[in-house]
């Protein structure tokens, strides 16, 4: 399983503002807040995800003697600056979702609280990983909500944006509820089922599409069998040819429809399989679809068993990126805060509080960690001194689990693809709005000092 990244995963000026800090003597305890500031269009909540990996980062982080030789040459950091980098591991701890809660904006993804060098030094690719899966899972959880029940499989590894990308893509679509995916690697690194057809190039390489079909289905028995190569009805109609000539040992599980108005050719093609009495075979669609596509076939009725879906999910098309942040909220025991119009930040460590009515989520409450409001805490430690605590240990089937439970607490409204109204509301602490009024009072008549 490919879990650890190199210490040099980095910005620049990670290191050298950790530099800076060693320098300065400023090393106690800080608290960096990762959360989304706001909402990308169309999302109702993001997907929490990418936590497995930031563990596994933290608790083998070092730097070897090939990263500081390369540090060293470029003549920014003092020799007792790179001797502490040679003896630097992380020690801190860890406050985080269980991959796979519903998270709303301006709510903690994860906690770090550690001494300042190295909670500073993470922040890149901390930030990284819980970006991309997060931005990908709730990507697919929107697919598999429009699906409604149907099979979904992730075709999206050759047009993901690198090798990085399409693993740990495939394991975030996994947690949102995708039930496989193509992806050879993803499957033997994390045990995620692994499906897949043929491609146009195996029809177009035979004389005819017949006998394409003859020899694929004598090699793979419950194979499925792209039909829109040359003609899809046409495709449809030497599937049932192949089934006559092989009788009862015609074993043939779906056929693809790949192109075309997939609704009226699925109609079409079911019920020339239906009229053959072809009815176990069933129908897979793929091709540029979203989950706009998707929700429109199912209301529609198309007779579509499941999807493929692949670049618009493999890139999440429609919201490519979130703002995500890593930001300091507390030092040496004091509240910090930034005031940059757009970018402020609320003070402190935090916790937060789902508030539940008859088993659905009605609103959070986001408090300080030492706060006792109503709800059901969601922020838990999965690491301390950093070592990995067993709630850091959880497995990618426990996670996919709890994400099902997770979203199927949530509203339907809030579930759907379409944009909520009125959105999910996220209350703000007595104690932690007064935290901030103290705090922004403290920073701002020190400015006029």
């Known amino acids: 399983m490919i879990h650890s990244a190199p210490a040099l995963l980095t910005d620049l000026y990670e290191l050298t503002m950790a530099q800076a800090y060693f320098d300065e003597g400023l090393n106690d305890s800080a608290v960096f807040s990762l959360f989304v500031r706001r909402m990308p269009s169309r999302r109702n909540y993001l997907l929490a995800c990418g936590l497995d990996d930031v563990l596994a980062f933290l608790e083998s982080l070092h730097f070897d003697d090939e990263a500081l030789d390369y540090l060293r040459s470029l003549k920014h950091f003092s020799e007792q600056f790179l001797e502490h980098l040679q003896q630097l591991r992380f020690t801190g701890d860890v406050y985080a979702l269980a991959e796979g809660t519903p998270v709303f904006s301006n709510e ?109 289905a004598r090699q793979y028995p419950g194979t499925v069998l792209l039909v829109d190569t040359y003609d899809t009805l046409a495709g449809v109609r030497n599937v049932i040819q192949l089934a006559k000539e092989l009788g009862p040992a015609f074993d043939v599980h779906a056929i693809r429809l790949d192109s075309g108005d997939l609704r009226a050719l699925s109609v079409d093609a079911r019920r020339l399989l239906d009229e053959a009495g072809l009815h176990s075979v069933r129908i897979f669609a793929s091709g540029g679809l979203d989950e706009d596509s998707i929700a429109a076939l199912v209301a529609a009725r198309a007779p579509i068993d499941g999807f493929g879906v692949g670049t618009d999910m493999g890139v999440s098309g429609d919201a490519p990126s979130l703002d995500i942040s890593y930001k300091l909220v507390e030092y040496a025991g004091q509240d910090r805060i930034k005031l940059s119009p757009g970018k402020s930040l609320l003070p ?43 709630a850091g240990r959880v497995s990618l089937e426990e996670a996919r689990r709890h994400a099902r439970n997770e979203l199927r607490r949530l509203a339907p409204s809030i579930r759907s693809i379409t944009p909520a109204e009125p959105p999910y509301r996220v209350d703000v602490s007595e104690r932690l709005q007064q935290d901030l009024e103290s705090a922004v009072r403290h920073v701002t008549s020190a400015s006029r000092m």
């Open 108 to 216: 903690p993804i994860l906690e770090v609280v550690a001494p300042l060098v190295e909670a500073q030094l993470v922040e890149s690719l901390v930030m990284n990983q819980v970006h991309l899966q997060t931005l990908l899972a709730s990507k697919a959880a929107r697919i598999v909500e429009a699906a409604k029940g149907r099979e979904v499989v992730d075709f999206a590894m050759r047009r993901m944006h690198g090798t990085d990308a399409a693993l740990k893509g495939a394991r975030a679509f996994h947690i949102a509820g995708v039930d496989a995916t193509s992806n050879v690697a993803a499957g033997q690194a994390y045990g995620i089922r692994v499906s897949g057809t043929m491609a146009h190039s195996y029809i177009q390489a035979h004389d005819d599409e017949l006998s394409a079909f003859q020899a694929f």
């Open 348 to 390: 402190g460590r935090k916790q937060i509080f789902r508030v539940e009515r008859e088993g659905v989520a009605d609103h959070d409450v986001l408090a300080r960690h030492d706060e006792v409001p109503p709800g059901r805490p969601l922020l838990q430690r999965v690491m301390s001194g950093g070592t990995r605590l067993p």
